[in-house]
């Protein structure tokens, strides 16, 4: 159809405008319009391109396809219309080592495979559940669980190891014996890019940073099995315990206590414990308590003597965030967790997956960040120009990049290094680096947040439209800055585990 057929249809009964050179019959759309129906009927028969991309995402165009009625005559779509799985064409929307033009020393042919059939994954499952979880603050369905279960998506999480050997993951994309932490890097970030905050940490985050310490410190080995095969299957769902109202980066100020019984074949559990991640569906808490000599972690299964409430905090409920109670629960001796009174080695060296994890995600939500920004300073247009053409803009920008940029480079410098390195070499070197560089991914998230809301204005505070994930990064970057250890915390870890290295005599 020509342009001219297009213009005859101009009122609320019959409604057709161009975007992109595509026609789209909007006639039984206008009252259901968010913007309601004069907006629409003042681009009514024309073309509304730059109207509509200065309001919305593409993703508005693909979630209403079924309206449009074909193209224009004699024209062609000039926008990309992303597929699941396609790469971003945005300058700095995706990691260096995914564009073509540059050369790696990290990643080979299989992790670009391996990177492609987990965005897909991603964004054809993980994607409609999550942001409708992350609107009604109800948490992750069973349904879901079992494709990742299924998948081995959540075997994935747990990073390399025996537990994956035998595995063809995502299909056969690699077996599960050439996983690698590049492959962990890539599962994080992809799992992030659903920017949905709440339900990110909602998807079985307490598995990834619970099963781990089970998988290394359990001294029961049926036990660590059957658990482990409950858990990677979906069948239960487990969350780690540690942070306390009386205790948070002080894990040694912890007050839950787990006493011996008079028969010396149980522990019963005593306390609170606050802020836990997935605690409202867990069936499992790895749990840290304070014992006769000192700290001990053991695995708690969920009895009626558990008690859990859920606490809403600035992001989604359905993160299933955590009070818990613990009043004299029994738990069989078995279930310690390394040695008694050495908990806080098991604590300590857990924490690095857990922190590097947390990395890889805030690295990742500050690119999206990064490419929502550059995509709207070239769609707004402001006093007659793009917003980009404001140098202060471009000096905004050029900021972005240079944080998000560095902070890759040394994620992918660590994670080389856990390649390396056997476990106990991981606890006892990197610790202070994994510290460090989750700091400086969490402050540069601090200053991003900051300057991405100026960039989108009004809009960056609006929990929908075009400003939805930068307002959503705004309201919740704090959470990475805490969780996991805060910044400065970790901070005073990376130099004092430096200072161990230092010469005792400097020239």
């Not at 929908?464 to 250890?485: C, N, P, Q, W």
Request: glycine share 8%.
């Amino acid at each position: 159809m020509t342009r001219q057929e297009v213009a005859k249809h101009t009122s609320e009964e019959d409604l057709w405008v161009i975007v992109d050179h595509k026609i789209y019959d909007l006639s039984d759309f206008v009252y259901a319009h968010p913007g309601g129906s004069v907006v629409l009927l003042q681009f009514a028969g024309q073309d509304a391109t730059q109207a509509f991309y200065n309001l919305h995402r593409h993703e508005v165009l693909q979630q209403y396809s079924d309206l449009c009625l074909g193209v224009v005559e004699g024209e062609k779509s000039e926008v990309i219309d992303p597929q699941p799985g396609d790469l971003s064409k945005v300058p700095y929307a995706e990691p260096l080592w995914l564009t073509p033009q540059f050369k790696t020393p990290y990643y080979n042919d299989g992790h670009r495979r391996f990177q492609k059939a987990m965005r897909t994954f991603v964004e054809t499952e993980v994607v409609p559940e999550a942001h409708q979880k992350e609107k009604d603050g109800t948490f992750v369905s069973q349904e879901l669980i079992d494709k990742m279960a299924e998948s081995n998506v959540l075997a994935m999480r747990l990073g390399p190891g025996e537990h994956l050997h035998g595995r063809k993951l995502l299909g056969g994309v690699i077996d599960g014996k050439e996983y690698d932490y590049f492959h962990g890097l890539i599962v994080s970030q992809e799992l992030n890019r659903v920017n949905a905050r709440g339900f990110q940490d909602g998807n079985m985050a307490g598995m990834t940073i619970s099963l781990t310490a089970v998988r290394e410190w359990c001294n029961d080995e049926a036990l660590k099995d059957r658990v482990t095969e409950e858990i990677l299957s979906g069948k239960k769902k487990m969350s780690l315990a540690v942070t306390e109202a009386f205790a948070g980066s002080d894990v040694a100020g912890i007050q839950t206590t787990a006493d011996l019984s008079e028969d010396g074949q149980h522990w019963i559990i005593n306390g609170t414990k606050k802020w836990i991640t997935n605690g409202m569906f867990s069936d499992y808490f790895v749990t840290a308590c304070k014992t006769k000599k000192g700290l001990s972690v053991i695995l708690v299964p969920r009895t009626d003597d558990v008690e859990t409430k859920l606490i809403k905090t600035s992001y989604s409920t359905a993160a299933a965030t955590t009070y818990i109670q613990f009043d004299n629960v029994k738990v069989p001796r078995n279930h310690l967790l390394g040695k008694e009174n050495e908990g806080l080695k098991v604590v300590l060296s857990n924490f690095n997956e857990e922190r590097w994890m947390m990395a890889c995600m805030t690295i990742r939500w500050c690119r999206t960040v990064l490419e929502e920004c550059l995509k709207w300073s070239h769609q707004r247009i402001v006093f007659g120009k793009p917003l980009i053409s404001q140098p202060v803009i471009r000096q905004k920008l050029a900021r972005m990049i240079s944080l998000v940029e560095t902070n890759q480079a040394w994620l992918e410098q660590t994670t080389h290094q856990m390649n390396n390195m056997t476990y106990q070499q991981r606890s006892s070197l990197l610790s202070g680096p994994i510290g460090l560089l989750k700091a400086s991914a969490t402050r540069a998230a601090h200053d991003i947040a900051d300057d991405a809301t100026n960039i989108f204005g009004g809009r960056g505070l609006t929990q929908s439209g075009m400003g939805r994930v930068v307002e959503m990064f705004h309201r919740t970057y704090k959470f990475d800055a805490i969780l996991g250890g805060a910044e400065e915390v970790l901070n005073d870890l990376g130099v004092r585990q430096a200072m161990k290295f230092m010469p005792k005599a400097m020239l």
